[in-house]
């Protein structure tokens, strides 16, 4: 059916996406296992002060974490004819996101070190920052659901819109 050309299309477009995500965990590692001798061959580089995982990246894997358990829930809701429910689910999910998104601004505003501080910053900055936009483009995408949810474009059998921006949320 129509709908099979749209869920492998969605499944294609995330493995594209984790291809180019594996490309920036390579970039780290190759960098962090074996360090060059022009960033002191150590990991990470003599200049740089580090940002603790235990403050705010904590915080945000947190937030993610329990975005997806509330998009889950959504998802169930929808599946059980419960729009309150789903609705609610929903609202949660994008107020993780949205919480989410102003930490990061948050880190990078009062992070020791810029874009421009070798591989280090280089690695850093591309990898959070495209994983943030993403995040962003995920918000958007379960926004729209979110009204669409509103206005009962989605039935119990029939929400492969939702479906594929909630495996998009997973990716992210």
């Not at 990991?43 to 974490?65: D, E, H, K, M, R």
């Amino acid at each position: 059916s129509g709908s099979q050309g749209l869920r492998m299309g969605m499944i294609l477009f995330i493995v594209s996406e984790v291809m180019f995500f594996f490309a920036f965990f390579w970039a780290f590692f190759t960098s962090s296992i074996s360090p060059v001798f022009n960033i002191g061959g150590v990991w990470p580089p003599t200049q740089i002060v580090a940002i603790s995982p235990w403050g705010l990246p904590f915080v945000n894997t947190i937030l993610l974490l329990s975005s997806g358990a509330s998009v889950t829930w959504a998802h169930h809701a929808i599946i059980a004819g419960f729009k309150k429910e789903a609705m609610l689910g929903l609202n949660i999910t994008l107020m993780f996101a949205v919480a989410f998104t102003a930490m990061q601004g948050f880190e990078y505003a009062g992070a020791p070190f810029s874009m421009s501080d070798g591989v280090y910053g280089s690695v850093f900055y591309m990898a959070t920052g495209f994983h943030g936009f993403h995040v962003i483009i995920g918000t958007i995408f379960l926004a729209i659901c979110t009204i669409r949810l509103y206005f009962d474009h989605f039935s119990r059998q029939h929400h492969f819109g939702f479906e594929a921006a909630a495996w998009y949320w997973h990716f992210v």
